[in-house]
């Protein structure tokens, strides 16, 4: 296993909270955002008041008809500091929250100082990763778990944009890429087709493009064919590839540390409900 995605999988809950927290989407109702606009609007507001194409360009598989529908009224109801604002108080709300007692513990300020050399390294990197770049170039704020949840979401998008990349060199539209994480069977096909607001025929004519491909087995299932697997394990792979230069400023030993600390944190918010469809392992 890479280093990146040693620390991925201990630590990313750390980040993802936000997209789930009642925090955040209370926020953003009152800021007038609601359903898709908020979520659209607080992930791109780094880039400055950010057109619907830039979201369908930078976030990959959401159907674009949909992202055009959510950004629409964005920009006229709110600026990209409101939104920006918002979420870090957000951030701080649900973490209080999830973190409770752990919140100003050195566990916290250990995998705030890990994840931000990380994150650090990362930002020599900037070329090809557009979403991380935005976020780079915000402030880092004062508070050691708010300055955890800035690094870790550098981090998660230095990673994404490196996983778009692969997705794009093996010829993958945003929808065909769904389909493909459907059949691994990691998340049923529902959840990705209705989260990312694509309908079934739309979902179908991809299927059917990547069986005539040879990316999926004939007949109604959707299942990797041998050709399929290796596609699939191929990105992957160039996902972690990608990923090292942000972890090898940390090294084995560093990664190791910070899986040790920042795990127990990732543990805690899950046990408190901020990711609802995780359970602690």
């Known amino acids: ?37 908020g979520y659209f609007a607080s992930r791109s507001a780094a880039f400055g008041p950010a057109s619907a194409e830039t979201v369908i360009a930078t976030f990959f598989n959401f159907n674009p008809d949909f992202v055009r529908h959510s950004m629409a009224p964005v920009w ?10 918002a979420r870090l108080e957000a951030a701080d709300a649900a973490l209080r929250r999830g973190l409770g007692d752990l919140i100003g513990t050195d566990a916290i300020a250990e995998t705030a100082a890990l994840t931000r050399k990380a994150a650090e390294a990362a930002s020599a990197r900037l ?19 708010l300055e955890l949840f800035h690094a870790q979401t550098l981090l998660r998008e230095f990673r994404g944009d490196g ?6 060199g093996a010829e993958l539209t945003g929808l065909e890429a769904l389909v493909v994480h459907a059949a691994t069977g990691y998340l049923p096909a529902k959840v990705l087709r209705n989260t990312r607001q694509w309908s079934e025929e739309q979902w179908a004519a991809a299927a ?3 069986r005539e491909r040879g ?9 990797l064919t041998e050709q399929g697997k290796a596609m699939r394990q191929g990105v992957e792979d160039l996902t972690d590839r990608l990923a090292e230069p942000a972890y090898a400023a940390l090294g084995e ?25 995780l359970k602690k392992k």
């Not at 997209?19 to 955040?24: C, D, L």
């Not at 990316?215 to 299942?223: F, K, M, N, Q, T």
């Open 1 to 37: 296993m890479t280093l990146g995605r040693k620390a991925w999988q201990a630590i990313e809950p750390l980040h993802s909270f936000i997209y789930f927290a009642p925090e955040a989407a209370q926020r953003f109702e009152a800021l007038g955002l609601e359903g898709g606009s």
């Open 76 to 85: 006229a109801k709110v600026t990209p500091e409101q939104v920006l604002a």
């Open 127 to 145: 070329e090809g990763r557009p979403l991380f770049a935005a976020h780079a170039a915000l402030p880092w704020p004062a508070e050691p778990h």
């Open 163 to 168: 996983h778009i990349a692969a997705l794009v």
């Open 208 to 210: 059917d493009g990547l």
């Open 215 to 223: 990316i999926l087995e004939p007949g109604e299932d959707e299942v």
């Open 253 to 277: 030993q560093g990664v190791d540390r910070l899986v040790e600390v920042g795990k127990p944190l990732s543990d805690a918010v899950i046990e408190a409900g901020l990711l609802p469809f």
